[in-house]
């Protein structure tokens, strides 16, 4: 009988530590599939995205470096409800089809454990829901996030806290979990432990 496939779906807020947890899953053998990534290679310089982003959008949105101008495209989108659906248009079908093409590539590789690390999960509704067969939750409270960001970036609380209303809410993404790790008041090999628990479950 051949081993079956799993196709997971790891996602969080922002600062809860999903990066933590892929490098975790990947050491143990998962194939990690970043649609964050993805959808940066599709509007950096020469990305996918950038020939259809230029006849929408207009020279002004690209930076000298030919790549999309991301602040430029957020205050559009700001300004212009109907620009975020027409940007959507233009990148989701692609980093669809270059997810495809990698868990693909994962899977002839060998892989049997295919993580997709989708920060807006839970947002996407059935998009993603209905291409995995089990939704990991990163967890932790909305001030340790905002503490993590802080540190990390350089933002205010503010800055952060705007990030955050844009994000689906705590309780949305925890209704959507199929697991829950909690990353709060951890060290990295309480986490850690907390990843090898659940991944025996998936073969890893």
Not at 58 to 78: C, N, T, V, W
Not at 89 to 107: G, K, R, W, Y
Not at 132 to 152: K, L, S
């Amino acid at each position: 009988m051949t081993q079956r496939t799993w196709r997971i779906g790891l996602t969080g807020g922002i600062g809860s530590g999903k990066s933590t947890v892929a490098g975790f899953l990947a050491r143990r053998g998962a194939a990690i599939i970043d649609a964050d990534a993805i959808s940066r290679s599709l509007t950096a310089p020469g990305g996918r995205a950038m020939a259809d982003i230029a006849h929408t959008f207009g020279k002004a949105l690209l930076s000298p470096d030919g790549a999309m101008d991301r602040q430029a495209m957020r205050e559009r989108i700001f300004r212009d409800s109907q620009a975020k659906r027409q940007l959507e248009q233009i990148v989701h079908p692609l980093v669809s089809q270059i997810t495809a093409e990698q868990a693909q590539a994962a899977m002839q590789n060998g892989h049997r454990v295919l993580v997709f690390d989708v920060p807006l999960l839970v947002e996407s509704g059935e998009r993603w829901r209905k291409q995995v067969d089990r939704v990991i939750v990163v967890d932790c409270d909305t001030e340790t996030q905002t503490q993590r960001v802080m540190a990390r970036s350089g933002l205010v609380s503010a800055e952060v806290a705007r990030i955050m209303a844009q994000q689906a809410s705590r309780s949305q993404r925890l209704a959507c979990a199929d697991a829950i790790l909690v990353n709060q008041g951890l060290s990295f090999d309480d986490l850690d432990a907390q990843v090898a628990q659940l991944a025996a479950d998936f073969g890893l």
